[in-house]
């Protein structure tokens, strides 16, 4: 069965400094790997994805996330946070050539807090 | 271009009683899923149409059914509510199918059941 884990509830780190929230998947066949992010209150918002090719995927507001097959990881990264970074991150997974197409499985979310 | 709109943006029901949510996708977005946000639970599936036609169904019992209409609006329908129905239901669109596409999300019904 096709899953994904994120193995911290949450992150805390100091403005300024680089963040990482890790993800980790099982899928069969090829993944297809998504990041969203949540701020209080509203829906998820896009930040970056995984189809093929440079395992190093840049993204919306400086995020970046690296795909490691070996390691089934797709951990987010950002070189120096912000305040305004502070929310709640998901991982998501979609097994390519699943008919499942509409179907996104996510992670249980890690909250990100960014202190000044 | 508008974002996934979804209505009502609260919704407060009392056990036995059925809801109605509202989505209407992105203009010219033709599949609309549907997801479950709980604490507990997190997001989880609950359907996907696209083209008026129900293509996925999360497992979800048979309380929880949806509808999308010819201009690809959606809604779903929760009948005879439990308390553990309360839940963010976010709704989400995207152009086709196509497995590499992102979903754009709506801000979400809050639906409280007391």
């Known amino acids: 069965a096709q899953s994904v884990a994120q193995p911290e509830d949450q992150v805390n780190v100091a403005e300024g400094n680089p963040l990482t929230v890790k993800c980790t998947y099982s899928?069969?066949?090829?993944?297809?790997l998504f990041w969203y992010v949540q701020y209080p209150n509203r829906g998820l918002q896009f930040l970056l994805k995984?189809?093929?090719?440079?395992?190093l995927v840049k993204g919306s507001y400086g995020f970046e996330a690296e795909f490691n097959k070996s390691q089934t990881s797709f951990h987010l990264k950002k070189p120096s946070a912000l305040v305004s970074d502070s929310a709640l991150y998901f991982c998501?997974?979609?097994?390519?050539?699943?008919?499942?197409?509409?179907?996104?499985?996510f992670g249980q979310g890690t909250t990100l807090q960014v202190k000044p | 271009k508008a974002g996934v709109t979804q209505t009502p943006r609260y919704l407060i029901k009392t056990r036995g009683q059925q809801v109605t949510l509202s989505c209407s996708p992105i203009?010219?977005?033709?599949?609309v899923s549907w997801y479950q946000q709980t604490p507990g639970q997190g997001l989880q599936f609950l359907f996907e149409?696209?083209?008026?036609?129900?293509?996925n169904k999360g497992n979800f019992p048979g309380r929880f059914s949806g509808r999308q209409f010819s201009n690809s609006r959606s809604e779903m329908n929760v009948s005879t509510l439990e308390l553990g129905d309360s839940a963010l239901y976010l709704c989400?669109?995207?152009?086709?199918?196509?497995?590499?596409?992102?979903?754009?999300f709506g801000s979400g019904t809050q639906l409280s059941v007391l």
């Open positions: 995984y189809i093929t090719g440079d395992n």
């Open positions: 203009s010219g977005h033709r599949s």
């Open positions: 998501a997974v979609r097994d390519h050539g699943s008919s499942n197409t509409g179907k996104l499985i």
């Open positions: 899928v069969s066949g090829n993944p297809y």
């Open positions: 989400a669109s995207s152009p086709n199918r196509a497995t590499n596409e992102k979903l754009f």
């Open positions: 149409y696209f083209s008026e036609t129900q293509r």
